[in-house]
């Protein structure tokens, strides 16, 4: 990759396109989403960053984007070839999140620009949360504690839930996380299975070769697999079938993993038992037909929402931004950029 591409003058200015004071000492950064108060105050100890600047007036967009060196990003950003195009000296895109499918990589790789995400911090708290949903839709816990506030236990007992220790768990992407939840699984003595784009012969699972498969043979089926073209809609109207009256799904991987109209059908028609979903197509806009559903479980993208785990990802997508900013080695590139 080629080194950075800096040399700007220190010197401060009243610039009449944003119409407030800009400090040239300090290299400016581009986020193209709403960015995390621990990464955007990291950023602004030594970086000018522009919020969404590419989404208002496009001339003052242009007369700024030969100035940017750095974009960051979210899980959810889109940094499309055209955007990229527009910015002839950034140096890097540094994403705060394990997922990057909304970045181009291969325009990025093109323009010798590499990109960076932040995994390994978030899979304990992400794996944590899909165990957490699997109790809840399995158990009841939410829909239990509103039984009880809503004054309806004295009428007589819920209805049962379905137990879940012994029971088999089906987990959709074997990576990090994948791995996570499958221990934590055996910590409940479930037999676990996965599939995943390769067999993984060494951790002692049992393989199915698609969702498809796994699915008619597990009680719980878990998708943790990355998002992208390559798995949008992997979880159709035919996995969940599969699934069967009896399966629920867990969702905490990407919306577009999930057919979301075939789940609400598969839902209302009790072709499945249940859903637990962190994650949706069009987020924060989410079905209303989901909202009042007894069986489903809904949580607002939370997974790695924790202060511990937040704090890690600023911290390290911060020193990615650095790293290529001060022409050091990367800390944690996508796969492609290795």
Not at 8 to 27: V, Y
Not at 120 to 145: C, E, K, N, Y
Not at 197 to 222: Q, W
């Amino acid at each position: 990759m080629p080194g950075p591409r800096l040399g700007l003058t220190p010197i401060l200015i009243l610039t009449p396109i944003f119409n407030r004071e800009i400090d040239l000492s300090k290299p400016d950064i581009l986020a193209v989403a709403k960015l995390h108060p621990f990464y955007l105050e990291a950023l602004q100890t030594l970086y000018t960053v522009h919020d969404r600047a590419h989404l208002g007036d496009a001339a003052a967009f242009a007369a700024l984007a030969p100035n940017i060196v750095g974009v960051a990003a979210t899980g959810e950003s889109l940094v499309p070839a055209a955007l990229l195009a527009q910015l002839p000296r950034v140096n890097v895109v540094s994403v705060f999140g394990v997922g990057y499918d909304g970045v181009d990589t291969q325009a990025a790789i093109a323009r010798g620009v590499p990109v960076t995400h932040t995994p390994d911090v978030l899979t304990d708290d992400v794996a944590d949360l899909a165990i957490g949903l699997l109790l809840s839709v399995a158990r009841q816990i939410p829909q239990a504690g509103q039984y009880v506030r809503e004054g309806r236990w004295p009428s007589g007992p819920m209805a049962l839930g379905r137990k879940v220790s012994g029971a088999r768990v089906g987990i959709v992407g074997l990576g990090r996380i994948g791995q996570a939840i499958a221990r934590r699984a055996q910590a409940f003595d479930m037999s676990i299975s996965y599939t995943a784009r390769t067999e993984k012969p060494d951790s002692g699972y049992r393989y199915y070769p698609s969702a498809k498969a796994l699915a008619a043979e597990v009680d719980f089926l878990v998708v943790i697999t990355p998002g992208g073209a390559g798995t949008r809609r992997l979880i159709d109207a035919d996995v969940l079938a599969a699934l069967g009256t009896k399966g629920f799904l867990i969702n905490v991987a990407r919306g577009s993993v999930v057919d979301e109209a075939a789940l609400i059908k598969a839902l209302q028609a009790g072709v499945i038992a249940g859903a637990a979903l962190d994650v949706f197509e069009d987020e924060p806009n989410v079905p209303q037909a989901l909202w009042g559903m007894p069986n489903v479980v809904l949580t607002p993208h939370m997974a790695s929402a924790t202060r511990e785990t937040r704090q890690a990802m600023a911290d390290l997508a911060f020193a990615n931004m650095k790293a290529a900013l001060t022409g050091q080695p990367l800390l944690t590139p996508v796969p492609e950029c290795r």
